[in-house]
């Protein structure tokens, strides 16, 4: 079965500063990875995916993320962090090779301190 | 319909009463998921619906909790003799799952259905 980890609950980060949230999967073959975000008050919203191609994916608000086989990981990052990027963050996972689920991780709420 | 349509936005019900929340899926979507979000605990999956196929409910967390899809459209889950930690705010997402289109696999979630169980 599938899993993701997002290891940090909260992510601080300097407004204008580069921003990293970690992620890990497992999954038993191929991953299609993703990452959403859900705003204050807001509905999640699908910020960009990996499905196959360039490890380096870039999506909506300047964000990107890189895919990484050997170390298992998707972890979206932004040259220079906005306030309006303060938001709780989910990365999330399907079995490319199966009729499988998506699953999410846990979230990590990003604050960018002004 | 444009989006996904999520009904009640708001339940308050008393503990041991059942509740139906429905979801609406984008029109075409063969795949539609519910999950359920609580304080700290993330996105937790609660079942998964792909075209004819069984669903998986593998997510659901106990025999009080079903879900059906109606015509590969509409579905509801129903929560029965419902309990405090049933409280949560209820998601519902669809996707077209299969193919090579940009929207592949991308879900579209609902505004949720928030469950308060007095």
């Known amino acids: 079965a599938q899993s993701v980890a997002q290891p940090e609950d909260q992510v601080n980060v300097a407004e204008g500063n580069p921003l990293t949230v970690k992620c890990t999967y497992s999954?038993?073959?191929?991953?299609?990875l993703f990452w959403y975000v859900q705003y204050p008050n807001r509905g999640l919203q699908f910020l960009l995916k990996?499905?196959?191609?360039?490890?380096l994916v870039k999506g909506s608000y300047g964000f990107e993320a890189e895919f990484n086989k050997s170390q298992t990981s998707f972890h979206l990052k932004k040259p220079s962090a906005l306030v309006s990027d303060s938001a709780l963050y989910f990365c999330?996972?399907?079995?490319?090779?199966?009729?499988?689920?998506?699953?999410f991780g846990k979230g990590t709420r990003l604050h960018i301190l002004p | 319909g444009a989006g996904v349509s999520q009904s009640p936005s708001n339940k308050v019900t008393e503990k041991g009463k059942d509740v139906e929340l429905r979801c609406d899926p984008i029109?075409?979507?063969?795949?539609l998921y519910w999950y359920r979000q609580s304080l700290g605990q993330g996105l937790e999956f609660l079942i998964y619906?792909?075209?004819?196929?069984?669903?998986?409910k593998s997510g659901l967390p106990s025999d009080r909790f079903s879900a059906e899809r109606t015509g590969g459209s509409v579905s509801t889950l129903t929560i029965q003799r419902t309990q405090q930690e049933d409280s949560a705010v209820y998601l519902c997402?669809?996707?077209?799952?299969f193919g090579g289109g940009t929207g592949a696999n991308v879900l579209t979630f609902g505004a949720g259905s928030r469950l308060t169980v007095l």
């Open positions: 997402a669809s996707s077209a799952h």
């Open positions: 999954v038993s073959g191929n991953p299609y």
């Open positions: 999330a996972v399907r079995d490319k090779n199966r009729d499988d689920k998506i699953i």
């Open positions: 619906f792909q075209g004819n196929s069984a669903p998986d």
């Open positions: 990996y499905i196959t191609g360039d490890n």
């Open positions: 029109s075409g979507h063969t795949a």
